[in-house]
């Protein structure tokens, strides 16, 4: 088994979590850490759909700004495909989206204040950069024969709508209609920063104790998500793009002295501002250093550890739930609704729930992780192993599982887990904002002191940390040649 | 002008000389047509040629170059994509003009094939396939003609009919055709690739299927 360079891999990052967990703050503080999970099962089976008038308007503005913002993201993401070729672009786009959206929309709340802008932007300007490195790998892949037969003097126009566009037309549409379902999640947990969608009257139910309220919000997000290709229809999609603006809500004016102050004052870092120079520059900076991004990157990254070992396990242990070589259909239904909610539950929205329920921990933030991201995983690899034809006197049970279809499906289970390595520790940092000790936490806490350039340094130190699990990521895919379709 | 003079053509793949270097001369009014061994270098030459004298040639392919995702009359009308502005051609994506619409289906008319013209070229069968990249390359209506195997998915009479058509629409032609029958019928003059090398330059009328076997 250790010839196995796969096999390798897994034992080297199942060590590195256990020992990570020697560090990790592990624990459950809350002192009725049960009761509260009951009242809150309590409160999602026994959901109350009238008393918050808020309700409906929160779904709508949820809806809103998932459109406007995936809509707008997905229009620059494409113009950046079209010069994904050029060096900078490809770093700019990097950058861009390894910043989350909830880091995107804190830095805009400091200037645009509680402006729509502040969160179509927030869910545009991350997506951009995703839509632009995928929207090229898409157009890339065409093949390029019909374009060498045109004849020459075609506008560069004309043969990109003729010869290039019209194959790829369909995976485009079906990537930025996938992009659409996580663009609601992100949607919803902008609320937990201030903005009207969903997570900002989740929040204030658990924080008043509502849980039926907090079980109604969430039923009718797991319906608006799972309906989605219902009621999204080619069709529809031109009324909903030009109808989505006007239902973001008003808002607070922007106050352009803000914006001007943010940009020349407030992000300067303050050694410069003050004019101590450069020794005052370098005792800032390690000051900032030593206390605030060596602790944040040190969480981060043991979390980002365990919760990727934890998420492998579920996804290992969730995805026989839904495979046609076990169990009925019985089992199977109950199996997909059950990978659904997991999969449609943001992993912030997760983290918050445990962690009112179980009190300030890595516990809580290590459990969301893994059942989200295992959900993904799980429900793929699921669906994978259906396709597998097995001989028809194949082994049942145990055996099955381990003989006939772990291995066939451990290669493609260890490419999604790698891909979706970088995501994992872009939400353990934004998790932070939660009280975790990760880099979303110090981020804040700089942002709550009204220290601005020490917050945009941390969020700079973020963003190239996962960069750099991004990259390490596709190296280690490579090397142990992983392929894999893009996820969110 | 549609005839050419080409010198020191050669190609490699991999380290490995596959043709040339060889000199090709066709005259204008000669239909020439590549018979030779699979691998021999039919495809490759015709591909070296084809980048040489590019604005002048029609070029049908092995792997014919059609895009799946459009129906048949936006695969043809391609094929004069350079004749229209750039206007033009987006109002021709989302709507065809009548003009262009008859011009087309008049040509897939004489290719058996007018009902197919709205049909994507992902749902046509091989052999209808071939005809849409040859509808294309009639279409732009060049002196010159590169073809690569242009009917080896039709049925005997409609590779007649199509190599008819081939003949009388192109003042010049280079065909690579594996059918020797074919080759003798429909073009004035046999050239012979083996090994990436010129092996045989006949006129047709001098040769018979006899002479040409050794090439196999």
Sequence with gaps: MLSYPTVRTSLIFTAIALVGLLFADIAITAANPWKDLGRFFLGVVTPDFFSTQGLATALLRTVAFAFVGVALGSVCGFLLALVYRAYPVRIFCAFIRAIHELFWALIFLQFFGFHPLTGVLAIAIPYSGIFAKVYSEILEEADPEPGRLLPPGTGVISAFLYARIPDCWVQIRTYTAYRLECGLRSSAILGFVGLPTLGFYLESAFSQGHYSDAGAMLILFYVLIATLPLWVKPKLLPVYILGAPFFLGDGMPIVWGNVTRFFTEDIVPSPLKNEEGWAGMGTWLGDVFVNQALPGIWNTVILTQIALVATGLIALLAFPLISTHFGGPIRRTSGHVFLVILRSTPEYILAYILLQLWGPSMLPAVVALALHNGGIIGHLIGRQSSSIALRPDAPTGLNRYTYELVPRVYRSFLAFLFYRWEIIMRETAILGILGIYTLGFYVDSAIQNIQFDKAMLLILITASLNIGVDILGRFIRRKLALQTMPTC | ?216
Excluded at chain 2, 33 to 42: D, E
Excluded at chain 2, 125 to 136: D, L, Y
Excluded at chain 2, 147 to 159: H, Q
Excluded at chain 2, 194 to 199: E, L, M, N, P, R
């Design chain 2, 1 to 216: 002008m549609s005839g050419f003079d080409l010198t020191g053509l050669s190609a490699s793949f991999g380290g490995e000389r596959v043709i040339g270097p060889l000199s090709l001369s066709v005259k204008a009014g000669e239909k020439v047509a590549l018979v030779g061994r699979s691998g021999a270098g039919k495809s490759t030459l015709i591909r070296l040629v084809y980048q040489e004298v590019e604005s002048l040639a029609s070029l049908v392919p092995q792997d014919l170059g059609l895009v799946n995702a459009l129906p048949v009359f936006h695969n043809v009308y391609m094929g004069r994509l350079d004749a229209h502005p750039t206007w033009y051609n987006v109002l021709t994506l989302m709507r065809p003009f009548a003009k262009d619409n008859r011009e087309v289906k008049d040509l897939l008319s004489e290719l058996a094939m007018p009902e197919k013209v709205w049909i994507p070229a992902a749902s046509l069968s091989g052999g209808q396939r071939q005809r849409v990249a040859i509808a294309r390359a009639l279409y732009r209506k060049s002196g010159l003609l590169l073809a690569d195997e242009p009917v080896s998915a039709l049925d005997g009479p409609m590779a007649h009919q199509i190599m008819r058509l081939l003949k009388e629409r192109f003042q010049t032609s280079v065909i690579a055709l594996h059918d020797v029958e074919l080759a003798l019928e429909y073009c004035t003059r046999i050239v012979g690739i083996q090994d990436g090398q010129v092996a045989l330059d006949e006129p047709s009328e001098k040769l018979t299927p006899a002479d040409i076997m050794p090439l196999y």
